[in-house]
């Protein structure tokens, strides 16, 4: 049955839908079923990746069936593929607050078109519908006021990014964010945009011998602790793969490998602000030696 369906994808160019207001995406199923086809899943995985420079202001959910089947069935089964939706979002650093619906509205009555088209007809009608609505754009008003010079009294200077927090005084135990080293959503490879300041923290870490470390890999948006699925993998060990990447980074400049070593934090520690930052890794000084 599921051939139907897929046979008239390149008819109707069924895909990924876009409108200036929200990101429109559907996902269809075999009969009887709420297991996520493999084909579909690529298509969603796709989808989701779309979404990654987005700001996301709310994910809706609607699961239906075809017109075969008693309506209390078909309740069930519309909700089991919603939330079957629900849990690849889940699972692939979508944060779960975003999704505002989940809901199963049951079956969808079947339109005649032509007696030969049922089969295709009835393919269509057993989807989810996913709705992305969009944050709208913030409109920053300019206010000039008159500036008043202010006699500040000098203060000690604090390290303001990573690298002058590494070249500073440091101690076993301190913890540094990695600044700027974002990682594409669900991926353990970072965006290019943050592979020079990679380049020149390997640096500095080079020229500081003195230095052990631990490479702390953390992930955003899973429930109970729970670690993300690696997409390139399979796996769900994402917040250690995305370590393993900068340790392997660091290795390819130079840095010994004795001086440092890798671990996944899974979502234990997220910060408390936006989910993106919590897709993060961080550098736990383990041990400081003599600098000369």
Do not use: W
């Amino acid at each position: 049955m599921y051939k139907h369906v897929l046979s008239i994808f390149f008819l109707f160019n069924i895909g990924i839908t876009f409108s200036q207001s929200e990101f429109n995406h559907d996902v269809y199923f075999d009969t009887d079923k709420f297991k996520v086809p493999s084909t579909e899943e690529s298509r969603l995985l796709l989808f989701i990746s779309s979404l990654s420079d987005i700001d996301i202001e709310s994910i809706s959910i609607y699961g239906f069936c075809d017109d075969v089947g008693a309506d209390s069935y078909n309740l069930i089964l519309s909700q089991q593929r919603a939330n079957a939706i629900k849990t690849i979002f889940s699972n692939y650093e979508i944060n779960e607050d975003l999704i505002s619906n989940v809901d199963g509205k049951g079956e969808i009555l079947l339109k005649i078109i032509k007696d030969a088209n049922v089969l295709n007809i009835r393919g269509l009608n057993r989807k989810v519908e996913i709705i992305v609505k969009p944050k709208p754009p913030v409109v920053e008003k300019v206010i000039e006021e008159e500036v008043i010079p202010v006699e500040i009294p000098e203060t000690p200077k604090i390290p303001k990014n990573t690298k002058e927090k590494l070249e500073g005084e440091l101690k076993i135990g301190d913890k540094i964010v990695l600044d700027n080293i974002l990682f594409k959503t669900g991926y353990s490879t970072i965006l290019p945009a943050s592979k020079k300041t990679l380049d020149t923290i390997a640096q500095v870490l080079l020229d500081r011998k003195n230095l052990y470390f631990t490479i702390q890999g953390h992930v955003c948006c899973t429930q109970n602790s729970r670690d993300a699925i690696d997409r390139k993998t399979k796996e769900r060990n994402l917040s250690e793969t995305r370590a393993k990447y900068v340790y392997e980074f660091l290795a390819k400049k130079g840095i010994n490998k004795r001086r440092m070593r890798y671990m996944g934090m899974r979502r234990k520690f997220p910060l408390g602000g936006d989910p993106k930052l919590d897709r993060r890794v961080e550098v736990l000084i383990t041990y400081v030696g003599d600098s000369n």
